[in-house]
């Protein structure tokens, strides 16, 4: 979760702005920047009164690649409050930013370390499906699933880096390379995990309607991600230090009241709110499918 924030507020003036930066933002607000596509309306409410909020420098993400616009925009709908980039990647630009992967995303990474962490993730899981089969999307480096297997879950993963799927086989589990759209296994999983996940999605609608598609009746959908309505993020940003302004592979950034409505709208009941230990002002949800 790394970045530069230039402004975390309003706009500073044009000329604090370098040329360069200044052209891949003119770029974006034109919808002619070839490594994004414009958003035209609101991916949740689909409301069009969407004006800026904040532009930050992604230039020190550690998957940033000088190919790329080091200027990242901001909106924020009038309508619902929710807060997203001015659009998302196109192909090419994906390819660039998925050529390289974190440590941390990459299986095995600190499995010693990780382990309690995920244990207690699983634990609060499992006060309300104690058993079945577990799919963890984006599982990244692994832990949640190999946690979710020691809790006694069929533990199924699905990521869309090669590598990750083909070292998770390896080891025995069952791992698919596919868009969530694609797994066509409806009604199959007890608990879906989403863990830092939902936010990288451009229509998290659309995650949301697969993972009720692929979820029993009663099923849980965990979801963790950073929580703009934390008091830690306001500090954060006081201190011009949020990270998240300037996270290169984000198209949104949640709070609890908007998420929670939005689960709402897609038939799911938060049972849990709590801070989540993996990453800095990040909240985690557990959400029951109705029905």
């Known amino acids: 979760m790394e970045g530069r924030i230039a402004t975390n507020g309003p706009d500073p003036p044009e000329s604090s702005l370098s040329m360069s930066e200044h052209q891949a933002s003119q770029a974006a607000e034109n919808g002619s920047d070839e490594f994004r596509i ?7 409410c689909e409301g069009r009164d969407i004006p800026r909020l904040a532009r930050a420098d992604c230039s020190g993400h550690a998957l940033y690649n000088p190919a790329l616009p080091k200027i990242m925009t901001w909106l924020k709908c009038r309508g ?9 990647f196109t192909d090419a630009a994906c390819k660039i930013v998925f050529s390289k992967t974190h440590d941390n995303q990459k299986v095995g990474w600190q499995v010693e370390q990780q382990r309690p962490i995920s244990a207690r993730m699983v634990a609060r899981v499992a006060r309300h ?24 879950y069929e533990a199924v993963g699905v990521d869309l880096r090669r590598n990750n799927v083909e070292a998770l086989r390896k080891r025995g589990y069952e791992a698919h390379e596919v868009p969530l759209e694609r797994l066509d296994q409806p009604g199959r999983y007890s608990v879906i995990s989403m863990a830092d996940v939902l936010e990288h999605m451009p229509f998290p609608k659309a995650g949301l309607e697969d993972a009720r598609r692929l979820l029993r009746p009663g099923g849980v959908l965990f979801l963790s ?7 830690l993020w306001r500090f954060m940003n006081e201190a011009r230090s949020n ?20 689960l709402a709208e897609h038939g799911f009941t938060v049972v849990e709110y709590g801070i989540s230990e993996r990453y800095r002002a990040c909240m985690e949800l557990v959400a029951l499918k109705n029905g």
């Open 243 to 262: 990270p998240y302004w300037g996270e290169l592979e984000h198209y949104h950034n949640f709070g609890r009241k908007r998420l929670t409505a939005l």
């Open 80 to 88: 619902c409050g929710h807060v997203f980039t001015d659009g998302w």
């Open 38 to 44: 414009a958003y035209q309306a609101c991916p949740l």
């Open 129 to 152: 499906v104690p058993d079945g089969a577990w799919l963890d999307v984006g599982f990244g480096n692994g832990s949640l699933i190999f946690t979710a297997d020691e809790f006694g």
């Open 225 to 231: 991600m950073p929580n703009l309505d934390s008091p």
